[in-house]
């Protein structure tokens, strides 16, 4: 089993920066956790659809196009931590941001229940 909590969203003014963090937990992170599993982080704002802004995998990290200039993703293997470092936040950037992991090798999905992060003048 994996759990996976965020934390990090709050209510900021357009320009301002936040960090997410999505925590992972269970029996199934331990050792190399991180090896085993694709992280991503996704946004959902009611009446739109859900949109993928970042993942990361041992092998790679890639950032919506949307987003590229502005976010980046990292992970903190030791603290079994993935990061969303959001800068210049915009209005448009307002929505509940879930963290999501799937195992590389089964293609099974975990998701945390989300962060608010919302931007407003």
């Known amino acids: 089993q994996v759990q996976l909590v965020e934390s990090g969203g709050g209510l900021v003014q357009p320009g301002d920066s936040l960090r997410l963090s999505c925590v992972a937990s269970?029996?199934?992170?331990?050792?190399?956790?991180?090896?085993?599993?694709?992280i991503r982080w996704f946004r959902q704002t009611p009446g739109k659809q859900r949109e993928i802004v970042a993942s990361i995998s041992t092998f790679s990290a890639n950032v919506a196009d949307s987003v590229k200039d502005r976010f980046t993703i990292s992970k903190d293997n030791a603290k079994n931590t993935v990061y969303l470092q959001m800068n210049s936040l915009e209005p448009e950037d307002t929505s509940v941001y879930y963290c999501?992991?799937?195992?590389?090798?089964?293609?099974?999905?975990?998701w945390g229940r989300g962060t608010q992060v919302t931007v407003s003048s």
């Open positions: 269970g029996s199934a992170f331990t050792g190399s956790p991180f090896s085993n599993y694709r």
């Open positions: 999501n992991a799937q195992a590389l090798r089964t293609g099974t999905e975990y």
